[in-house]
């Protein structure tokens, strides 16, 4: 994604998908630093979730999609730590992977 994209302008809150399905998610979130594993929005601290394996867990597959859960998702609230705090703990985490 490029700023370039977001014409309408961006907030704090993102989704995107992590190639490689569920595992490829969970694995993810277990492996950011910085970021906190909460399911909350508009804290200070940045936060990330996989929606599939937490909030929506007990719906299956079928109705999680029907949510607008996919098994990739990962959801960010982005917090006031200093952006290359942030992005130094997510290129880290995509490396990773």
């Known amino acids: 994604m490029r700023i370039a994209d977001l014409k309408h302008g961006f907030g704090g809150v993102l989704a995107f998908g992590i190639r490689g399905g569920f595992e490829a998610g969970r694995n993810f979130i277990n492996r950011v630093k910085l970021a906190s594993h909460l399911a909350n929005v508009g804290d200070a601290k940045t936060l990330v979730i996989h929606p599939a394996s937490t909030t929506h867990q007990q719906l299956n ?37």
Do not use: Y
């Open 61 to 97: 597959e079928e109705e999680q999609r029907s949510a607008g859960v996919t098994p990739e998702l990962i959801r960010v609230s982005v917090g006031l730590e200093h952006i290359d705090d942030i992005i130094e703990d997510f290129q880290q985490t995509f490396q990773s992977l």
